[in-house]
C-alpha cells in the first residue's frame, strides 16, 4: 500500500508469492500517472486460507539512473517493523 | 550504512544481479553481491549460508569463522546467473553468538572491471509477519524499488 505525504492512499494491490521467493516492484510504475514524490510504502503480510501470515522482509532501494548511472549515489533505506 | 548486530540465529538478505542502469553505455554492467560475516563471539563459529533461485536452494556454503573475526562470500553472476533475483538464509550458531550478516550490491563496468558505478547496502533480516513501512521519494528522477522477499517455506 502507497500513501503519499497527506496520508491518501494511491495504490493498494495484493499479490501472491511463493515461498522463499523475492519480488521487485517498480515503484514509478505502480505510481504512473499519479502525482506523488514523497510519501510511505507499507508491506502488509496477508494470511493464507489456514490463517497462517507469511514471514516477508523488505527493502527500498532508491536509483538515481539519470542518463549516466555513473557516480549514481544509491540510497537504502528501511524501517523497523511493528 | 547501519552496523547492527544481529541477536538471532537466522537473518536473510536478497541478492540481485540484474542491473539497474538505464546508459547504453553500461549494457552487460557486472553486479556482485558481496556478503560479509562478522562472529562477534568470543569462540570460532560456523555459519551456513543457503542461495536461493526460484525456490530452489541452488548453492550452499558451510562458513567456519573465528572469534571476532569476518569472511567474505560474493554472490555474482557465475554464481547464479545475471539475471537472478532471490533469497540469502543464514543461520548462525543457536547459542546466542551475536553476529552480523550485511551484504553490498556492486556494479562494476564490463568493458573496465575496475570501475565502479554503484553500491547498495543492504542490511539483512530475518523477517517479520507484521506490517514494514518503507519512505519513498520520488524527487531529483529518483527511482524507487521495493524488493520483497517471503521467508516463509
Given amino acids: ?82 | 550504512m547501519q552496523f547492527r548486530q544481529v541477536g538471532s540465529s537466522y537473518t536473510s538478505l536478497s541478492y540481485n544481479t540484474i542491473h539497474p542502469c538505464t546508459n547504453p553505455a553500461h549494457s552487460g554492467s557486472i553486479v556482485e553481491n558481496k556478503l560479509s560475516l562478522v562472529n562477534f563471539g568470543i569462540s570460532s563459529k560456523t555459519f551456513t549460508v543457503e542461495v536461493v533461485k526460484n525456490g530452489t536452494l541452488v548453492y550452499t556454503e558451510s562458513l567456519s569463522i573465528p572469534a571476532k573475526s569476518r569472511r567474505g562470500l560474493t554472490i555474482n553472476q557465475s554464481r547464479v546467473g545475471s539475471t537472478a533475483r532471490d533469497v540469502i538464509n543464514i543461520f548462525g550458531p543457536s547459542d546466542g553468538t551475536q553476529f552480523l550478516a550485511q551484504m553490498v550490491r556492486y556494479g562494476r563496468l564490463s568493458t573496465s572491471p575496475g570501475t565502479y558505478i554503484f553500491a547498495i547496502p543492504i542490511v539483512s533480516s530475518p523477517g517479520s509477519d507484521g506490517e514494514t513501512d518503507l519512505l519513498l521519494t520520488r524527487r531529483d528522477s529518483a527511482y524507487p524499488a521495493l524488493e520483497i522477499r517471503n521467508l516463509s517455506y
Fill in chain 1, 1 to 82: 500500500m502507497l500513501t503519499n505525504a497527506a496520508g491518501s492512499v494511491v495504490y493498494n494491490q495484493a499479490f501472491a508469492m511463493s515461498a522463499q521467493g523475492m519480488t521487485s516492484l517498480d515503484v514509478r510504475t505502480l505510481l504512473s500517472g499519479a502525482s506523488i514524490y514523497d510519501g510511505m510504502i507499507s508491506v502488509i503480510p496477508m494470511a493464507d486460507g489456514l490463517g497462517n501470515f507469511p514471514n516477508l522482509a523488505s527493502d527500498l532501494i532508491t536509483y538515481y539512473r539519470g542518463t549516466s548511472c555513473g557516480i549514481a549515489s544509491t540510497s537504502y533505506q528501511k524501517s523497523a517493523t511493528s
